[in-house]
């Protein structure tokens, strides 16, 4: 779509750009004092709570852990309602390129009665309101506090948690699937479209379904597959209620989702995409890696950035055995692997017998 972003706005969401890069620069100051403290791997203890106290009880004394820990806490607050003041006057001119973009091959179902799950009315990320506070934050959301903000970070080709394009990630998890002949792939939790696009790439042929919670994010998915000519099947379903029929579908794939969802809502998607699966169908994760997957250091580090930036189900889903869950569930041939340096993305994948 096509819009001009006034200064303002394009001041603002620079900024809040600019703090993931300062922030990046407050880490090694941290760890420097980490060290000289001698908490070594060998040293911090299993249990995140233990090496939580043996971290925090060192850094608190360190400036650039308050500052850090400042930044971080202004960014939690502010960075939605500075993408809606940022999209605010623009508003009106989009309205009839969104109203075109409706027009097209993808259709949308909406269920005016549907109730979401109570966990998806926890303000996940910190967004005031949740994901439909603002009927167009589908478009927000995708393409400002995601495309946009994300475009400004510098990120080293294949360093760190990330490639330099992030959208690739998704690709890259896409072409973990072991087949390229699937008929019909159920996506859940598809957000605005962006690993969805990814599949249509990978898998032209495909039909794909593709649920969300957030009836605005489907409306931005919507715009985005009718932009580029494609036909997708969206519908506002819970993913471990999918409304769709036994044995219909080749592949359930999913992209970061999962890390937002409790334990048993895990556990019940992963029932719920046994069912949909046709027998030989394959399921296939993308998400961050375990913190087993990661230093002891590493893995408080996240575990405290979740905590406070919004992301209350961070731990669970992090520790949790997802090849076992697979198993339980009835696949077979269940792995848990992780691609580029820094295991991002993880990957979860098993078969329906």
Known sequence: MKYVMPQAGRAALDFLASLSTVGRDLTAPQESALDKAGLSEDKLADDLGARAQ??????????????????????????????????????DALKPQFARAQQGPTTLTADPDFTPPKYWLYPIHRTAGGWDAHEDFGFIHGEFLQRYILSKIPRPPAAGNAPADLYEQRRLVAEEAPRLDYHDIFEIGCSSGPYTLKLAQ???????????????????????????????????????ASTLSDASQDLVTSYIVLHELPVEAIRDIVREAFRVLRPGGDLLFGDVAPYRAMTKRAAWRTDYLATYGGEPFWRGASTLDMAAVLTEAGFVDTKSYGLQPGNYPWVTYGRKP
Request: net charge negative; aromatic share 6%.
């Open 54 to 91: 043996q971290i925090e009880g060192v850094l608190a004394d360190v400036p650039a852990w308050r500052v850090a820990n400042l930044m971080g806490e202004w960014h939690a607050v502010h960075h939605g309602p500075l993408a809606v003041e940022a999209f605010t006057p623009i508003a």
């Open 202 to 240: 990978v898998f032209p042929q495909a039909q794909i379904t593709a649920c969300d919670i957030s009836h605005a994010q489907l409306l931005q998915a919507q715009r985005n597959a009718n932009a580029a000519g494609l036909s997708w099947r969206l519908i506002q379903a819970d993913g471990a």
